[in-house]
């Protein structure tokens, strides 16, 4: 529902993010306690902007953005929906990307600038933490 978190994983392939909590808003028409329910689709609003990461290789932080990339099969209901669109539930975990903004850099071998990191964006994983504990949809 509306302010739940998004938890993600520090692991993202071969990148380590000093990851962040990202927020969901809920957009569905139904309520939880007076909180919006969130509906499949609201995980694309998610994003996390300015999280440093760093690699074995390039050392020196560099910064990005985490996002959703998709939810897994179990956190979209099958059955329960509000307005004709699936809920979201807790389910496992969902597909993270974090994207590159400001590249991480490796230490120059030698005179010179260091070299910065040239992946656009690395993949990982996520969860949510949610605060109801009174209803469950399927």
């Given at each position: 529902?509306?302010?739940?978190?998004?938890?993600?994983?520090?692991?993202?392939?071969?990148?380590?993010?000093?990851?962040?909590?990202?927020?969901?808003?809920?957009?569905?028409?139904?309520?939880?306690?007076?909180?919006?329910?969130?509906?499949?689709?609201?995980?694309?609003?998610?994003?996390?902007?300015?999280?440093?990461?760093?690699?074995?290789?390039?050392?020196?932080?560099?910064?990005?953005?985490?996002?959703?990339?998709?939810?897994?099969?179990d956190q979209v209901a099958t059955k329960t929906n509000t307005g004709g669109v699936?809920?979201?539930?807790?389910?496992?975990n969902f597909t993270a990307k974090f994207e590159v903004q400001s590249?991480?850099?490796?230490?120059?071998?030698?005179?010179?600038?260091?070299?910065?990191?040239?992946?656009?964006?690395?993949?990982?994983?996520?969860?949510?933490?949610?605060?109801?504990?009174?209803?469950?949809?399927?």
């Open positions: 529902m509306d302010g739940d978190m998004a938890m993600f994983l520090p692991a993202f392939g071969a990148a380590v993010v000093v990851v962040q909590p990202g927020t969901l808003t809920g957009s569905g028409p139904g309520t939880i306690e007076g909180n919006t329910i969130c509906v499949e689709g609201d995980e694309a609003d998610v994003s996390v902007p300015g999280v440093m990461y760093m690699t074995p290789q390039y050392s020196i932080p560099g910064t990005g953005t985490l996002k959703i990339e998709a939810l897994a099969g699936a809920v979201m539930l807790k389910g496992g590249p991480a850099m490796q230490p120059p071998p030698g005179p010179g600038g260091p070299i910065p990191d040239s992946s656009p964006s690395y993949d990982g994983e996520g969860m949510f933490i949610n605060m109801n504990m009174k209803f469950q949809g399927t």
